[in-house]
């Protein structure tokens, strides 16, 4: 068996694969395997690996077929004892693989590891946060976000005083670079498709927590973020993004805390159409209400 399967998912990403591959040829145990999907790519990215990759295992689709299913087709095929979620953006530093296997080969409690990620600049990327919460439905995506937007209770939601310094765990993280034990994945699957792309960490990290392993993060093992995607942003007004809350909500905290969700998401609804038919009273250019309420209402019905 090999020690390590690293999984990378990658459409029209050539330039960013090939440094993603070059910098893992120095980061892993030389037991490990790398599965490389091709998710439909136009730029040769299939190509490029074939040609100066030979080592990877490379699996090429015609036609997109979406991110969630290429993961789970490369888990399947995977044999490593530990498995590594890899975004073709992130490059890790010369060792950080075999640290991040060491981390928990040493702490047995733990399920899964993710590193510092740094950016070009040197920045440090801030992807750790807490679960969501009852609080947070009401702060976040609310208008208390946009009234109240240095609130104490919207630190403690991003995690702004978490200290990427020092060695911790998380609760929630960035899948861009994490390690997990397959004995943690046999126990849960990888992501719920229904929640991609906004909630599918959230879910993930929950899930590997209620199974009961820890998630820990190392502040001295680097992988540097070429693009930032670990950095999470969140639309203030999506209605994918509400719908994928309120499953999250239902999935982990119960229906109840479901009705909670939709009761802030019907207030920050309202809030919104109060402002545009201010915005009509006064004579302002008019927004249209509605595309707004249809693609609320099929969320409030639900």
Known sequence: ???????????DARERLRG????LMHSLPLSSEVIVVDDGSCDGTGRMV?????????????????????VERAVRMSRGAYLMLLDPSVHLDPNAGREMV??????LRHGAVVPRLVRPDGRTVAPHRPHPTLKSALWLGTPLEQWRPEAPELREIFACDFDYS?????????????????????RVETFDEAMYPHFHEAD??????????RLGYLPNTLALDIDGVAERGYPDLSPEWHAQRLRWFRKHLGRPAGWWVKACVG????????????????????????????????????
């Open 267 to 302: 207030w920050t609804l309202s809030v919104r159409l109060a402002k545009e038919l201010r915005r009509r009273i006064n004579g302002l250019r008019e927004e249209p209400i509605a595309p707004v309420w249809r693609a609320y209402a099929g969320l409030l019905r639900s």
């Open 204 to 213: 993930l990290c929950m899930r590997v927590r209620e199974a009961g392993w």
């Open 20 to 23: 993603c591959l070059e910098a």
């Open 102 to 107: 060491d981390f928990l080969e040493q702490n």
């Open 1 to 11: 068996m090999s020690e390590v399967s690293v999984v990378i998912v990658a459409r």
């Open 166 to 186: 020092h060695e911790n765990d998380v609760e929630e993280t960035s899948t861009a670079c994490l390690l997990m034990r397959r004995r943690a994945l046999k």
């Open 50 to 70: 074939m040609n100066e990759f030979q080592h990877a295992r490379l699996v090429r689709n015609d036609e997109p077929e979406g991110f969630v299913p290429c």
